[in-house]
């Protein structure tokens, strides 16, 4: 009551409109209300009126007015009849206050406001709502509304006088002739909740038994709708309702529809009815008391003999079959067989398979094979399907080898088949022919393929330990989320979002591109298999592992690229953003490898990420880094941006800046690097035209130098790296002589798992350089010491 008056009080106040409150009030549809009207309607004759009140009554509860608030409202009536309006509106909103759900008072300010239209119909329909149901009522408010060309109101109220008299066939076709007058203005009945099928299935289960042509002629148009829009239960329950109510009426094509639907919902003993009491099949039955495996008496019907007519179609001889078949009585099934297998194959087949299915799925797969072997033998149905059933019944028997033979030929018709595949693996698996079954769940790219089957295929390579080709196929599922990039511009993006592939695609729209990849798999639309994130995101890092194990560089490249699209994985992003950057330096893409060390050594600042950025821009061409380097450091300043800045100023040859970011490093820092480094600007910059004093530059880079070989305390790097320096200032005899030093040191030192570190190879080479113009037999002397492999 609560609620009701809640409601009321909106209304009351314009919060909501009319249609709004009647579709809160009721919550219904028509068809709610079928069960109630088809108990009405089992009588021929019209029910008395008591019993319609009864049904509206069940919907909602009539609340009356106590003695007071009746002497109260018969006032305001008084007062109103004798000219006193103001009073009598003072009193029905007093009511009101008291009773909000009472319709008296709405009557009569419904009579009070009759100069003003909008609001006196507004109270005459919550009056209506609220009073016993008045289908005139209603009608005169349809009529207003219709005026007033309020449709979705005008509809309410034909909807509501149907429910207060459901018999009357007028108020139906008004209904219906203002549905069609609605779809010739297309207008959007999904608001009305009321459909032509819904108005046809009303008549049906609303009319009586006298209105029988009526009812036929609806319930016909109900379920051809219903049925073309596989709304099977609906089809059989207005059927159904017309059979109770006219079956005199029902001919061998609507019994036969009728029969199919019962079928389709397993009611064989309704069906056994029908064919009784319509069909003129005769059959004589016992009903046996017996005890069931729960200790409990129940009766079971035992069929002995069925007669049935000579001119009977086959179909319905069919259905009659299934019937027996599902109700257990194989006596007369066996009889039944044999005379339905003389019709020719050609012409019966459908109804062949369909007997064939009732078989299988009571597990007489020796009978269905009898159905099976003729059919499969014919030309006809020589198909996909009829073989998989052939197939499934050899391997019920089991026939394992001949299944095999069928299942090769459903493939052979349907190469695509998922579950023809599945089995046909089964059985090559049990039997041990592992390479043959996996082979088998291989589906060709061309064509739409089975996600599903990917999957299954990816565990039973994985069970199997092949990686390479699971690779293959882990890769084929995944691309089912993960797209293919085209051009850099879509790596952006991809990198500033998460599980942007809408955007992806707009973007391609934008361009006047196809959405998707001319190689992209086209995946079964009406499969609903979908992997899980976590089921996503562990084949993802086994498919990188094992890129990786086998070096295959550019698959893994393009496997994290495509998981940054992935919806499913896009709580792991930060980690497939560092797969990407070290899949990137792998394959040698520092450009891509530069967007992700980005923002790495923003988020996470430090020497490992500073290691990597510092591998990533050594071995990018352009210096477009390097506005990006002086953004990075001067937030939190750390000296060791001096050193990045001062290579990046090095490379692009601003000399004398990259000298001031070594030397303010090198007071901070006494490294062997960091001298090693100022050495190297020095001596460049003293191999310039440009400069001057170059003596005193070449003296102050060897005397960094030597302090390098003093900080870095390693013999043969020491020399190696000043031989170098000598010798690109053509001070030959001191390379010589650093590079002999280099040769006669050790090794520079030994790892577990790069082995010996050493420069001997690189030293030899270098004097080979210099020997072989002017002393070629010291220089063979070298090569054959030291390069000879």
């Known amino acids: 009551m609560d609620v009701e008056k809640e409601l009321t009080n909106k209304f009351l106040s314009g919060e909501m409109s009319f249609a709004e409150y009647s579709s809160e009030w009721y919550g219904c549809d028509d068809e709610e209300e079928v069960d109630d009207l088809n108990k009405l309607s089992d009588d021929d004759s019209r029910p008395a009126i008591p019993q319609v009140e009864k049904i509206s009554q069940r919907r909602r509860k009539y609340t009356r007015l106590s003695a007071a608030l009746l002497g109260l409202m018969g006032e305001a009536n008084l007062r109103f009849v004798r000219g006193d309006k103001e009073t009598a509106e003072k009193m029905c ?52 509304s219709k005026q007033r060309n309020d449709v979705k109101q005008e509809m309410i109220c034909y909807t509501q006088a149907i429910k207060a008299e459901p018999f009357n066939l007028d108020i139906h076709m008004k209904r219906l002739d203002l549905l069609t007058v609605l779809e010739e203005m297309k207008y959007p009945l999904n608001t009305l909740n009321v459909t032509r099928v819904k108005c046809y299935h009303k008549i049906v289960t609303c009319l009586p038994a006298t209105e029988a042509e009526t009812i036929m002629k609806y319930a016909k148009m109900a379920a051809t709708i219903y049925h073309n829009s596989n709304e099977f239960e609906r089809s059989l329950a207005v059927l159904e309702a017309a059979y109770k109510k006219c079956s005199s009426l029902f001919t061998l094509e609507d019994t036969n529809i009728y029969l199919e639907l019962l079928i389709g919902q397993k009611q064989y ?11 003129g099949i005769i059959i004589e039955a016992e ?113 394992q080898d001949e299944a095999i033979e069928s299942y090769y030929k459903v493939l052979k018709h349907a190469p ?65 989320t993960f797209p293919k990039f085209r051009h850099q511009e879509e790596l952006g993006i991809a990198c500033k979002t998460k599980g942007g592939i809408d955007l992806i695609h707009d973007f391609r729209k934008m361009r006047g591109e196809n959405p998707y990849h001319e190689d992209d798999l086209h995946f079964d639309e009406d499969e609903t298999f979908k992997l899980t994130p976590q089921q996503e995101w562990d084949l993802f890092r086994e498919l990188l592992e094992i890129a990786l194990n086998n070096k295959k560089k550019f698959t893994m490249e393009r496997l994290c690229f495509g998981a940054m699209m992935s919806k499913a994985l896009a709580s792991y992003r930060l980690n497939i953003d560092f797969y990407c950057l070290q899949a990137c330096i792998l394959s040698n893409n520092h450009h891509n490898a530069l967007r992700f060390i980005r923002d790495f050594s923003h988020k996470y600042p430090g020497p490992c990420s500073w290691n990597l950025l510092n591998l ?51 007071d901070h820092c006494r490294e062997p690097l960091c001298a090693f480094l100022i050495a190297i600007t020095i001596m460049i910059m003293a191999a310039q035209r440009t400069v001057d004093k170059h003596h005193n530059l070449i003296l102050q880079g060897l005397s960094y130098l030597s302090t390098y070989k003093q900080l870095r305390r390693c013999d043969q790097e020491a020399y190696y790296n000043m031989g170098r320096i000598c010798h690109m200032l053509s001070l030959n005899n001191l390379a010589i002589e650093y590079y002999e030093k280099a040769l006669s040191c050790g090794p520079i030192t030994k790892c577990d798992k790069h082995g010996i570190i050493d420069l001997t190879k690189e030293t030899a080479y270098n004097l080979y350089i210099l020997y072989k113009d002017h002393s070629p037999e010291i220089a063979r002397k070298y090569m054959f010491k030291y390069l000879v492999i």
């Open 287 to 399: 009903i046996q008391t017996i005890r069931n495996s729960n200790n409990e008496i129940e009766e079971q019907t035992n069929y002995l003999n069925c007669t049935i007519p000579n001119n009977l179609p086959i179909d319905l001889k069919s259905k009659l079959l299934i019937c027996f078949i599902h109700l257990g009585a194989f006596s007369l099934v066996e009889t039944l067989l044999n005379d339905f297998l003389t019709n020719d194959v050609e012409k019966a087949g459908d109804l062949y398979m369909d007997i064939e299915e009732a078989f299988s799925s009571v597990g007489h797969h020796e009978l269905a094979m009898q159905l099976l072997e003729p059919l499969v033998k014919s030309a006809c149905f020589d198909l996909g399907a009829v073989w998989l059933k052939h197939a499934e019944c050899l391997y019920n028997l089991g026939r």
């Open 93 to 144: 909103h007093e009511i009101i206050k008291q009773v909000p759900t009472a319709p008296e008072p709405y009557q009569t300010l419904a009579q009070i406001y009759e100069h003003d239209a909008e609001k006196s119909l507004q109270f005459s329909l919550l009056a209506a709502h609220l009073s016993p149901s008045d289908a005139n009522e209603w009608l005169r408010l349809a009529a207003i």
């Open 416 to 480: 695509q088949h998922p579950d023809a595949r599945r089995k046909l693996f089964t059985i090559l698996e049990k039997k041990g022919c592992i390479d043959e079954a996996l082979d088998i769940l291989q589906q060709d790219y061309n064509y739409v393929v089975s996600a599903k089957l990917l999957y299954e295929h990816c565990l039973e390579l994985k069970k199997y330990n092949k990686p390479l080709k699971y690779l293959e196929v882990g890769e084929a599922l995944l691309s089912k």
């Open 269 to 279: 003993q309704t069906c056994i009815d029908v064919f009784v009491a319509k069909v």
């Open 616 to 666: 990533v821009i050594s071995s990018v061409d352009d210096t477009a880094h390097v506005k990006f380097l002086s953004r990075l450091f001067q937030k939190d300043y750390n000296i060791v941006s001096n050193l990045f800045l001062g290579n990046n100023f090095l490379i692009s040859g601003r000399y004398l800046i990259a000298l001031k970011y070594f030397l303010e490093y090198y």
